[in-house]
């Protein structure tokens, strides 16, 4: 009973201790040495805490700006574009329109009897329902049947017909406008066919004064056995050494055929 009394008593001691003192409480070993057959005392110790260690840092202080610190923004130099100016579009030139029924020459003439031949034989082939692929094949072989006589009858109208298509080609070319020639040539070059020429009354002859000169200097001992090229050569250099005065003769001897081939062909 005494035992009873004083682990009471020990307890009490205790709280009172704890209740005085914020820290952990300290019991004496008295306390923790008594025990009885009833009740144990139980000694409950507070977790030890660490304090921890303040280890925030202080912000640092702003910038003060004042008036007279303030950085005032630096203005970039505008740089002086230059606008491209827009160039006016220039319209292309509408091509000029050609007249088909213009550009279209006259018909050429048979230039030989066997021409006119294998004219005539196709047209009667064609007319007798022969095919033409054949006809093109036994054509030449009927033409190497014929006799000399024969053929010759055929060539009797080759001149008169071949005058008759001069005449009508150089009228076709008189009555064309400016530039129609130019095109109709350009056209058929694109197509692969030969280029026209102007008619042979309006070609003037290629007589000039080194022509005259070169007729004559030819005709010397030493450039009789000379080629065509080494003949040229050795002309224009005797050409240049000329003097003024000889020139001038061959220059006029040239200048009196051409006006007199004008005059025979109506074009003075």
Known sequence: MLSLLAARSAVRLAGGLLARHSAAPVLSRSALSLRTFLTTAQLQFPATTAKAKATTTKPKPKAKTTKATAKKPVKKPVKNVVKAVKKPVEKKPKAPKYDRTLMKPPTRQATSA????????????????????????????????????EKETYAANIPEKKAEYEKKYEEWYRALPLGYFREINRRRKEKGKFMLRTPKRMRLPPSTGYIEFFKDYRGTAPMAEMSLIAAAKSAGAAWRALPEAEKEKYNQRGREKREEWKKNNNLA
């Open 114 to 149: 066997y021409t006119v031949f294998m004219k005539q034989y196709l047209i009667d082939a064609h007319a007798n329902s022969v095919d033409k692929k054949e006809s093109f094949k036994q054509g030449p072989k009927e033409w190497a049947k014929l006799s000399d006589a």
